[in-house]
């Protein structure tokens, strides 16, 4: 056993922090913010919210839902 902090997510919906250091959106190969209220992540380029089902990310556009206004100014 090592004495390294735990870096596997904690919760249901939370996501491993070394996966999201490599992914990107699908459709504009931009990078993502983690919504964790909404179990989300985020691409402000595209406008889209991928979301998070039983710790993994759905990274299908056709999955994703348009952010409102109101959520981009957030980003």
């Known amino acids: 056993m090592t004495d390294e902090p735990e870096t596997r997510a904690d919760q249901p919906g939370d996501i491993d922090p070394r996966l999201l ?23 402000k380029k595209a406008l889209l919210a991928y979301p998070i089902r039983d710790g993994v990310p759905i990274m299908l556009v056709d999955e994703a839902r348009t952010l409102r206004d109101d959520e981009t100014e957030r980003l």
């Open 21 to 43: 250091e490599i992914l990107v959106c699908p459709q504009t190969k931009g990078p993502l913010v983690y919504d964790r209220e909404k179990g989300e992540l985020l691409s």
